[in-house]
């Protein structure tokens, strides 16, 4: 969705993993008053084809500057919303776009990866047991309900994905972007709610600490999904944040 550039900042959505324009509708409908929107959908979802090779974080990042370039706007006009896999993206395009938008906002991004962390080994773990589970000749039966039991039960997006998009899932869930935080220097927010079980909410801390000119905003009973559980809260944070003279 784009709206007339032309009077208001534009307000760049980029979903997370499985997001589309469609589950960011009802923040769009309260957002579009104050801002003009861009929702732009990552590669596998939404209108958007998967790549026909297994791209990382620098990949999709590479994609969603061109997306951003076709939309004539000038950075200083911009601010950019990334939620979730959309803020890793976000971040890597800032740090090596420093010009690319006036203001980055990230909610709830898996930005830390802990790369011998115990939840890894348990989800790693967990799918190859689960392999042998479904060649169980009861269970084949229910195939396809089994899985999305199963794996909803580790907390991972792996069931959501199928083909290609599992290994580039398994790759970009292997990359940590800390390294390149401190390089970010334009106004930066962070929000993660204090409920967050997908992404810990004290990376939230870590993550605002790395990046020079940062805040961070902690709601109190949001969840993962803000844009979804409490859209008019967040709206007002980003306005206020838009209007602050950080």
């Known amino acids: 969705m784009i709206t007339d550039f032309s009077e208001k900042l534009l307000l760049v959505i980029v979903p997370g993993w499985g997001g589309t324009r469609e589950t960011w509708s009802e ?17 596998c979802f939404g209108e958007e084809p998967c790549p026909t090779e297994v791209w990382g974080v620098a990949e999709y990042a590479s994609f969603l500057k061109n997306k951003l370039l076709s ?51 348990i989800f790693w773990g967990a799918a190859k ?4 589970i479904f060649r169980v000749p009861f269970i084949e ?14 907390k991972s997006d792996y069931n959501q994905s199928s ?18 935080l401190s390089g970010i220097n334009i106004p930066t927010l962070v929000i993660f709610g204090d409920k967050d079980t997908y992404v810990d909410p004290r990376d939230g801390e870590k993550i605002a600490s790395l990046i020079p000119n940062a805040e961070l905003r902690l709601i109190a009973g ?7 559980q409490q859209p008019e809260n967040l709206l007002r944070i980003i306005s206020e944040f838009k209007n602050s003279g950080v």
């Open 27 to 43: 923040f769009i409908g309260l957002a579009e008053k104050y801002f003009a929107i861009s929702c732009v959908e990552l590669p």
């Open 71 to 121: 939309l004539g706007v000038s950075g200083a006009d911009m601010i950019l919303l990334g939620h979730s896999f959309g803020g890793v993206v976000a971040t890597r395009l800032v740090a090596d776009n420093p010009n690319i938008c006036s203001r980055l906002i990230l909610s709830g991004p898996p930005i830390i990866r802990k790369k011998k962390g115990i939840s890894k080994a």
């Open 129 to 132: 047991i689960g392999k042998i």
């Open 141 to 154: 039966k229910f195939d396809v309900y089994a899985r999305k039991v199963f794996y909803a039960a580790i």
């Open 163 to 180: 083909g290609i998009q599992k290994e580039i899932f398994k790759k970009i869930i292997s990359e940590d972007q800390t390294g390149i």
């Open 222 to 228: 949001g969840r993962h999904g803000l844009h979804m």
